[in-house]
């Protein structure tokens, strides 16, 4: 149940006439009353002799009451009450109850006697409009502060009285969504999305490892962004208002926002605290992405950006709350770049990832971004890779690099969920859906390719590795034997033992280190975290040998007794 509390008016006939008029798309079906203040309100919808300026009069009737002067300017309340997608359809007699709840619950109409006047508007399945005059009876103003919070607190009782869907309570920290008018004029424009949810992504995606306010807004003007900054008479900049090319007014002239209305976090105050401990130029690169074959740019950037979100998620739970914030809000940043560098396979899921984090960025716990300046670093050595492709050591490295963000935003609902962040928790929940499936596309080609050497190895040394599987991982052995990429583990523990490495003691390491039980498969999940601590090439296809060390030979089938760290 989701309950909207509109902008006050002054014209409760236009607002009524819209209720029962076709709507912009001839989406209103059958508008009619389903409850009013007395109950016996006329119904213009079903009555042919109830004209709209009949109940109109008596909405306002208290409004003519009063002096002229007296009169509150915008007069007109208005609620909308929607169903969550997948409810079942309501009859008239409960959205009636529903009605009769909200209003008293927001205080238009508290039960006393002497409330405002309202009707219901039904013209839809899924929902009702609520249009009250905000005058009472007795000529005083209702008591309605507050009235989108206490709306929201009713329609929670409302879900579990109906047996309705549960929707996620919020925090007051979510950016504004767009109004139906924004949602309309996109639809009519063939815009995935409102102007300002475009904009906002777009900043985002600006922001995510920048290093001065310079380029910052430079990054925006690059992504084609108009831009006007507000400026002190001290020359000072003390804002910024953006706006899309398109997106005109009805005089043509171009819609902006201010970037603190887009979202909290997007002011020009909140993206100055980022700008700390970044390192301006693109050439520098952690040391666990360097192989002695250097990978592309690309690929190198995603390396680098595996091993600092690892390094992150290994320490988001034994954060202080400060640091933990930055972090998660940093790997939003590494999943805003990756999307707009990501290839054609996965670039709608990681968008529609990105998209969902975001939700779970913003909370009341304020970060602290000295804490996450490797994973702010990571997100600008991708912007600054350049694209990748979707195949080879760019694609393989990326697979990588999804499947620890996958853990990751796991993480991040399991910080939130502790702390009582519904809505937050829900989104990086949903992200992590999102990333499940964009890996999937960027791992299918390497994953493959491993399988079919794997096999080549099984058939040398028969169940050498199955054996030191079931050694170092009794309780995961069966499940991941049963698991069809089990021979790319097999692959990748046989390149990892020729690098010089004991595979076991790896494998136990990498089993050790985050839990499993989330994994659509414990093998793949394997794989990528043995090739990231070996330091091999995410590509199966790349050839690599450590400097001075001799390939080890084939390992030869050997007693179940062996033990972990013990090399053979």
Request: hydrophobic share 35%; aromatic share 4%.
């Amino acid at each position: 149940m989701i309950p909207k509390i509109h902008k006050q008016g002054d014209n409760t006939y236009g607002l009524l006439n819209y209720l029962y008029g076709k709507g912009t798309k001839e989406e209103h079906v059958d508008p009619h009353l389903v409850a009013s203040y007395d109950g016996s309100a006329p119904d213009p919808g079903r009555d042919e002799h109830a004209p709209l300026t009949a109940l109109q009069q008596i909405l306002d009737q208290p409004l003519q009451l009063l002096d002229p002067e007296q009169r509150p300017p915008n007069h007109v309340w208005h609620c909308s009450v929607r169903a969550a997608p997948g409810d079942r359809t309501l009859s008239d007699v409960e959205w009636a109850d529903i009605a009769r709840r909200m209003v008293a619950a927001t205080g238009i109409d508290p039960g006393d006697g002497a409330a405002c006047r309202w009707a219901a508007v039904r013209h839809a399945d899924d929902h009702i409009h609520i249009v009250a005059t905000l005058v009472r009876e007795d000529g005083r103003r209702p008591e309605h502060h507050r009235s989108g919070q206490r709306a929201q607190a009713e329609a929670r009782r409302i879900e579990a009285d109906y047996d309705l869907h549960r929707v996620t309570p919020g925090d007051g920290t979510a950016p504004k969504r767009p109004t139906s008018a924004e949602h309309h004029k996109a639809d009519r424009q063939g815009r995935e999305r409102a102007a300002r949810e475009e904009l906002r992504t777009v900043v985002r995606q600006a922001v995510a490892g920048a290093s001065t306010e310079d380029e910052f807004f430079a990054r925006l003007h690059g992504a084609g962004l108009l831009v006007r900054q507000r400026v002190a008479p001290s020359g000072d900049v003390l804002g910024y208002n953006v706006a899309l090319p398109d997106d005109r007014n009805k005089d043509h002239e171009p819609i902006y926002y201010a970037g603190s209305t887009l979202s909290a976090d997007l002011s020009l105050p909140r993206i100055r605290e980022r700008f700390t401990g970044i390192v301006p130029d693109t050439e520098h690169e952690h040391p666990a992405s360097r192989t002695r074959q250097k990978p592309s740019a690309p690929a190198t950037a995603r390396r680098s950006a595996t091993h600092s979100t690892w390094t992150a998620l290994l320490t988001l739970d034994h954060d202080g709350e400060g640091a933990a914030a930055a972090r998660i809000t940093a790997t939003g940043e590494i999943l805003d770049t990756l999307a707009l560098t990501s290839s054609n396979d996965t670039r709608h899921h990681l968008r529609e990832a990105a998209w969902a984090f975001e939700r779970a960025r913003l909370s009341h716990t304020r970060a602290e971004h000295r804490h996450a300046q490797a994973l702010r670093q990571a997100a600008r050595e991708l912007v600054y890779s350049g694209p990748a492709r979707g195949r080879g050591e760019d694609g393989a490295a990326t697979a990588m690099l999804i499947d620890t963000l996958f853990f990751m935003a796991l993480a991040a609902a399991h910080w939130h969920a502790k702390r009582q962040h519904a809505q937050q928790a829900e989104a990086a929940r949903q992200a992590a859906d999102h990333l499940r499936a964009a890996y999937a596309a960027a791992a299918e080609a390497p994953i493959a390719l491993l399988r079919e050497q794997g096999r080549q190895v099984i058939r040398r040394v028969s169940n050498w590795y199955a054996v030191q599987l079931r050694v170092v991982l009794p309780d995961l052995a069966d499940t991941v034997l049963a698991e069809a990429s089990w021979p790319a583990l097999v692959a990748t523990m046989a390149q990892v033992q020729q690098t010089g490495h004991d595979p076991r003691t790896l494998l136990a390491e990498a089993a050790e280190q985050r839990e499993l039980d989330s994994a659509s498969s414990v093998s793949d999940v394997l794989v990528w975290r043995l090739r990231r601590m070996a330091d091999l090439p995410a590509d199966p296809g790349t050839p690599h040998q450590r400097s001075g060390t001799s390939p080890a030979p084939v390992p030869q089938p050997s007693s179940p007794r062996s033990k972990p760290g013990v090399r053979r």
